[in-house]
C-alpha cells in the first residue's frame, strides 16, 4: 500500500515537469453540429505532429488540447477554463464574436490570447478585447477582392443578398461589395433578405426577374449547401448572371455539383481565405496530412496549421512560452510565416492579419486562382 | 401580373413541401399522441441511402428514389419497433423525450460514421427543369411536388376511408382500446402509422435532394420544425389540418420575404411566427383541430 502511495505520489509531481516540456495549445471548437465542418483542429493536429517529428520547437514538443464545443458559448469558456488550468499558452475557438469575446476575456486574466484562423467578423476588431489575433483579414477585405474582379469582367448591375443570421458576415459583406461596386460606376439594383437553410429560393429569383434592369452579379455571404441551390435555381430559371461571394464557397461540395455539367460553375467565383486550388500550399498540406494518416477534410480544418505555424515560430523567434511574450511578438514582427499564405502580419493591424486575398473562380469545373493581391480600395468605415 | 403569378406559384410550392412533411408528422401522433421529432432524421436516413448507392455506382434514377423511399420506410418501421414501442403507453412527455433522443443519436452516427460536412448527390438533378406554364416560368420540381402532395392526400384520403387497415387506424385514433377489444392488433396499427409516415418522409426527401443536391446530418431539423408548426396551426392529430397547415406556412413565409422591406428582412421569422400565433389565438387548438369527444380525428 505504501509503495502504491508513494508512486502515486512520485506521477502527481512529475506531471509538472513533464507539462513545461510541451507548448499546449487549447481548441474548444464544434467538433460535432452544424459548424464541425469549419473547426481547424484537424489541420492544428497535423501541422503539430509535422512540428514535433522534426524535433519540436526548442526541443519542446506541441501538444493540441482538443475538445468538443459543439458550438456552444458556455461550452467553449468552460473548455477555455479547462485548458487554461492545464497551462494552454494559447486557445482557439469557433469564429463567432458571441464566443470569442467572452472566451478572450476569460484567457485574458491569465496573459493569454486567442489566435483564431478563419474569423472575418469585424466585430472582433472594434477594441472589445486586445488579446485577439485572426490569421485572416476581416469580411470588408475579401468583399472588395470579389468586386474588383467583378468590375474587370463588366459587372455593372448588382442584386445583393443579405441576412442577419449570420452577423455582419451575412449582413455587411454584401454590402461592402455594393460600395465598390457602386464607386466603380455599377449599381446595386436590389437588396433581398435570406435565411440560413434556405432549400428554396424561389421567391427571391421572381424578384430578381423583376427587375428593370437585367442583372449582372448575385452577391452572397452565406453557407454550403445553400448557395449551390441557389447557383442551381438561378440558371434554371434563365439567370445568366455571375454568383460571386464569400469563404463560405470554399467547400469541397460546391465543386460537386459541377460534376455532370462543369458549366454550371463558368460563372461562379468567390474571395477567400487562402488558395485553395489544386497547386496551393493548402491542398499540398492536405495531401502530406493524408499520408501521415490525418484527414484534413478541406481549407478550413486546414487553417489550425497557421495557429500552431504562427505559435511555434513566434515561440522560437522569442525563446519564451510566456503567453504575452508570444503575443508581443506576434504583434511586433514584420512578417509570419504560417501554412495557407508565404507570410502575414499584425504590425499595422493590431488584431487581423494582413494579406493577400484569393479570387477563386472555376475553368471546366475545376478551381482556378483568379487573383491574389491585398485591395487597396477597401471601405474605410467598416468599423 | 406575371411576378404575382410566379410568387402565388412559389407559395403554393412551399406549402406542399410542408404539407408533405406535416403530414408525415400528423399521422403518427393522430394515432399514437407522439410527436415524432425523429421523421426530419428518416429523411436522412434516405439521403444517405442516395450517397450509399452513389459509391456503389447505382446512379439509374428509379432505384436511387425507390431504394430512398424503401430505406426511410424501413428506418421509420424499426424506429417504432425498438424506440417507441416499449414506450408506447408511457406518459407523452417519455414519447416526446424518447423522439428527441432518437432523433440526437441517429444524427451523431450520421457524424460519427458518415461526416459531419454535406455530401453532394447530384443524381436526382434531372428532375429540375424550366417549364413555362401559361407564360409563367416555373421549375418543375414545383409542380412535381405540388401534384405529389395532392396525389398522397387523395390516396391517403382513399387508404383511410376505404381499406380495414385505414378504418381501423381512424378508429384507434379515436379510442384505441376499443379497437383492440375489437380484435384489430395494435401492433399492426402502429407499424402501419409509421409505414405511412416514413413513405411521406421518403417522398419529401426526394424533393428536398432534388433541391439542395447534399445530405449532412442536420437536414431534416428545419423540415421537421416547419412540419410541427404547420401540424400546430392545421391543429395537432388532424390530417387536412396538417395540410392546411403546411399551405398557410408556405403562403404566410413567401409573403413575409416578398412584402418585408430589406432593413426589416432579419425580423422575418418574427413576423411569421407573430402572424401564426394570431391565428392560435383565433383558434387556439389549429384551425381544424379534432373534436376531442366526437367525431372523426384523421
Redesign the interface.
Known sequence: MKKYILTAACLTFAVPAMAEDTIKLGLGVP????Y??YAEWQGARCMAEMINADGGVDGKKIEVLVQDSGGDTQTAISLAQKFLDEGAVMLGTIPFSDTMIPVAQVAAEYGVSIFQPQSTQVEMHAGLVDNFFTGVSPDPFTATAAANYALEQGVKNVVLM????GGSWS?RTPLWFGDVIEAGGGEVLS???F?F?T??W???I??I??LDKPVDAVYISSI??DI??LI??LK???IDAWVVGSDGFD???LD??G??DPSILDKVFFATLAPSHADSAVVQFMNDCKEMGIDV??LFPATGADTVKALAWAIETSGSTDPKTIADTLRSADSIPVMSVDEISFKETKTYAQRTIPVIGFKEGKRVLISNVIPENTPKDWN | M??IV??VI?AL??GA?YALLALGLAIVFSIMGLVNFAHGEIIAVGGYTMVALGALMIGNPYIVIASAVVAAMFASVMLERFAFRPVRYADPTTGLLTAFGVSMILQ?LF?LFV??????V?SL?FL???VNLFGV?V?SL?LFETGATALVIVALMLFLRRTTLGIAMRAAALDFEMVRLVGIRANRVFAVAFLVSGLLAGLACIF?MA????V?P?MGF?PVLKAFVACVVGGFGSLPGAVLGGFILGAVE?AM??L?P?EY??M??AFVFGIIALLLIWRPNGILSPRIEKGDKV
Open positions: 467538433m460535432t453540429g452544424d464541425a465542418p443579405t441576412s442577419d443570421e449582413a437588396k433581398l433578405n435565411s437553410g432549400s428554396d424561389s421567391p427571391q421572381a424578384e426577374k423583376a454550403m449547401p449551390s441551390v442551381r435555381q434554371s430559371a434563365g467547400d469541397p461540395s460537386e455539383i460534376a455532370d477534410p478541406g | 406575371e411576378y410566379q410568387q412559389n410550392a412551399f413541401e451523431n457524424l461526416s459531419p460536412r454535406p455530401i453532394a447530384t438533378y429540375d427543369w424550366p416560368q421549375s414545383q428536398i433541391r439542395r443536391g447534399s449532412d442536420h428545419n413567401v420575404l416578398v418585408l430589406q428582412g432579419g422575418k421569422d
